[in-house]
Nanobody, 130 residues
């Protein structure tokens, strides 16, 4: 089991930066790829960024590439999403999610499909005003 708790959301202006954090507990965290998803009112939840178990592979949706950066600290069991040059269209609830794989799974990759993720946090609101 993995428990995830997000923090760091808030209200910022367009062009500002914000870092959201995901604190994980559970002994299998190191066996999980982790991703950030977001959901705006009236829209489907979408993949934002993901990082592999080792931290060496990262993936981003096109609209955030070059502005957002995902990182993880497997000692502290933390995952971060640094968001720069924020835009009003980045406004959403941001969710941290973990994709667990057993030790026999040797690929160090990131998946973008929501259904592949086994554990979810409660979300943190990010609002960007224009």
């Amino acid at each position: 089991q993995v428990q995830l708790v997000e923090s760091g959301g808030g209200l910022v202006q367009a062009g500002d930066s914000l870092r959201v954090s995901c604190a994980a507990s559970g002994r299998t965290f190191g066996s999980c790829a982790v991703a950030w998803f977001r959901q705006a009112p009236g829209k489907e939840r979408e993949f934002v960024a993901g990082i592999s178990r080792s931290g060496t592979v990262t993936e981003y949706r096109g609209s955030v590439k070059g502005r957002f950066a995902i990182s993880r600290d497997n000692v502290k069991n933390m995952v971060y999403l640094q968001m720069n040059s924020l835009k009003p269209e980045d406004t959403a609830v941001y969710y941290c999610a973990a994709d667990y794989k057993p030790p026999s799974y040797t690929r160090d990759n990131v998946r973008r499909v929501l259904a592949e993720y086994d554990y979810w946090g409660q979300g943190t609101q990010v609002t960007v005003s224009s």
